[in-house]
Antibody
C-alpha cells in the first residue's frame, strides 16, 4: 500500500521560512512525479507545484503565486520530497497536501497525504 | 493558463437522487481531466481519471464523461457518504495544473 505522510507545518511570521517534508513509501518512488496542493481556510484546492522524476529530467513547475518563493526538491534515496517556503505571506496560510502522480503518462493525483497545516501570522 | 469552471458551485440533493456536476475548460484539454472528492479534515480522493476511468475501489455509481472542453461527473444514486465537495482538475498543461473552484454537495 502506498503511503504519503507530510510533516513540518506550523506557525510562522510573515517574511519567515518553513520547510515541509513528504515521505512516500510502498511504490516505485523514483518514477513518480510529486505534487504539492494547498487549501486555504474556506477556499478550494490550489495546485502549488510539482517535481518530476529524475528519469523525466527532475524539473520543477510552480503556480504563479508561489513562483520565486517556494522550491521543491527530492531525495530519491529516502523517498522524501521537500517544499521549502520562503518570504511567506498571510495568503500562504493553508493545509498543504503532498500527492503522487504515478508516472509521466499517468497524470492524476493518487494517493494523497492527510495534509500539514501552515499558519502565517504575526 | 487554463481556467476550469465548475457548475453549480453548490447543490442540495437527497439520498437516492441522480446528480450531475459539470466542468468546463477555457480551452481544449482532450481527456486530461480528473475528478476528486474531498471531505473536511480528510485527504482528497481520486474518483475518475482521464475523463471517464473509474479509479480502483470507487463505487460504480460514480461516472465521468466528456472531452475537449466540456466534462461531467454523475452520481447515479446518492448515498449519505457522498455528501462532500467535488473538484475537477486539468493536467493537459503539464507546467501548470489547475482545479475547478469546487462543487459543494449538501443534503436537502
Amino acid at each position: 500500500e502506498v503511503q504519503v505522510v507530510e510533516s513540518g507545518g506550523g506557525l510562522v511570521k510573515p517574511g519567515g521560512s518553513l520547510r515541509l517534508s513528504c515521505a512516500v513509501s510502498g511504490f516505485i518512488f523514483n518514477s513518480a512525479w510529486i505534487n504539492w496542493v494547498r487549501q486555504a481556510p474556506g477556499k478550494g484546492l490550489e495546485w502549488v507545484g510539482r517535481i518530476k522524476s529524475r528519469n523525466d529530467d527532475g524539473t520543477t513547475d510552480y503556480a504563479a503565486p508561489v513562483k520565486g518563493r517556494f522550491t521543491i526538491s527530492r531525495d530519491d534515496s529516502t523517498g522524501t520530497v521537500y517544499l521549502q517556503m520562503n518570504a511567506l505571506i498571510t495568503e500562504d496560510t493553508a493545509v498543504y497536501y503532498c500527492t503522487t502522480e504515478p508516472a509521466y503518462d499517468q497524470n492524476w493525483f493518487d494517493p494523497w497525504g492527510q495534509g500539514t497545516p501552515v499558519t502565517v501570522s504575526s | 493558463d487554463i481556467q476550469m469552471t465548475q457548475s453549480p458551485s453548490s447543490l442540495s440533493a437527497s439520498v437516492g437522487d441522480r446528480v450531475t456536476i459539470t466542468c468546463r475548460a477555457s480551452r481544449n484539454i482532450a481527456r486530461y481531466l480528473n475528478w476528486y472528492q474531498h471531505k473536511p479534515g480528510k485527504a482528497p480522493n481520486l474518483l475518475i481519471y482521464a475523463a471517464s476511468n473509474l479509479q480502483s475501489g470507487v463505487p460504480s455509481r460514480f461516472s465521468g464523461s466528456g472531452s475537449g472542453t466540456d466534462f461531467t461527473l454523475t452520481i447515479s444514486s446518492l448515498r449519505p457518504e457522498d455528501f462532500a465537495t467535488y473538484y475537477c482538475q486539468q493536467t493537459y498543461s503539464v507546467s501548470m495544473y489547475t482545479f475547478g473552484q469546487g462543487t459543494k454537495l449538501e443534503i436537502k
